[in-house]
Each structure stands twice: as C-alpha cells, then as structure tokens.
C-alpha cells in the first residue's frame, strides 16, 4: 500500500471496520512519512471466507465483528487503547484464514481470541477466558459477558448507596 501522495510505502493503520456488511475492510492509514492520512479498502475473497463450526454442529458465516466485540467486552475500562483491539481483530482473523482454509471450530477461535489477548491483558483475558471456557461458543459468551457486566454496574451503583 503505497502513499498517494509521496509513494512511500510505509505506513501504520489507525482505524479499520467492516464495511459493506462484512464483505470488505475499511482501513485509515497514516503515511509514515509525510504524516498523511489515506483509506484503503480490502476485499474479503469469496473462497476465503471461513465459516465457524458451533458447538452443536450447525454452521454459520465467520464475523470479524463478533470478536471484535468479544474483546472490547473483556477490555471494558481496562487500559487498553480501540487500536490495539482492532488490531488483535485483524491478527486473529488472519491467523484463522491462514490455518483454516474452509471451516474452523467455534471453540478455537475462542483459544486464539484468549491467546492473543493473554499477551495484553491479563484481567481482560481471564475475563474472556473464564466465561469462554464454559460456553465455548462466542454468542453465549457475549451474552453473558452482557449479563456480568450489567451485574457489575448494579453493585457498584449498590456500593455508592451504601456510601451515603
Ligand atoms: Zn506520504
């Protein structure tokens, strides 16, 4: 990925989405550089695209999106900067397409996901890990990283009661 403005091809990513509903990856560039800021967009090929084995054998489509919540979930108000998420995404994602050519296993994309986030942070990843570990399928996990969550707020709204 080149600079259009001064051809250099170094270059970091600041921000990257889905875009056209998950068919295609949206990425800001910052130019190295010249310090200018670009927009790639890489589409996702058809045969490359995964599909996730449940734990109940039924097949869905592999969602980027999905693990990028997953870890924003675990990281909730943990130090952990929206660019160092959204690149363990692009890392985690990559790995899977690398290793699994057609269908990979819910529960080792749960693994990776933890693997990965282990090297971040440790309280978000014994967050993921432990709920993952039970359910070991990435839509229970979500919800029920929903419902610790939304417990959590109510004790600390029940500890400030307390305080007055
Ligand atoms: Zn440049």
């Given at each position: 990925m080149r600079c259009p403005y001064c051809n250099?091809?170094?270059n970091k990513v600041i921000d990257s989405r889905a875009a056209d509903g998950g068919d295609s990856i949206r990425r800001r560039r910052e130019c190295l550089k010249c310090?200018?800021?670009?927009?790639?967009?890489?589409?996702?090929?058809?045969?490359a695209r995964l599909v996730v084995i449940k734990k109940d054998g039924t097949r869905v489509p592999f969602e980027r999106q999905k693990i990028q919540t997953g870890l924003e979930k675990s990281c909730?108000?943990?130090?952990?900067?929206?660019?160092?998420?959204?690149?363990m995404t692009?890392?985690?994602?990559?790995?899977l397409h690398r290793k699994y050519e057609r269908e990979v296993e819910a529960i080792v994309i749960g693994k990776t996901v933890a693997e990965h986030l282990k090297k971040?942070?440790?309280?978000?990843?014994?967050r993921f890990?432990?709920?993952?570990?039970?359910?070991?399928?990435?839509?229970?996990?979500?919800?029920?990283?929903?419902?610790?969550?939304?417990?959590?707020?109510?004790?600390?709204?029940k500890d400030q009661d307390t305080l007055f």
């Open positions: 250099s091809k170094d310090s200018r800021r670009f927009t790639t967009r890489e589409h996702v090929e058809q045969r909730y108000k943990r130090p952990i900067a929206t660019e160092t998420l959204q690149a692009d890392q985690v994602e990559e790995e971040i942070d440790q309280i978000a990843y014994v890990a432990s709920v993952y570990k039970e359910f070991r399928d990435l839509d229970d996990f979500l919800d029920e990283v929903k419902e610790v969550l939304d417990s959590r707020q109510q004790e600390s709204l």
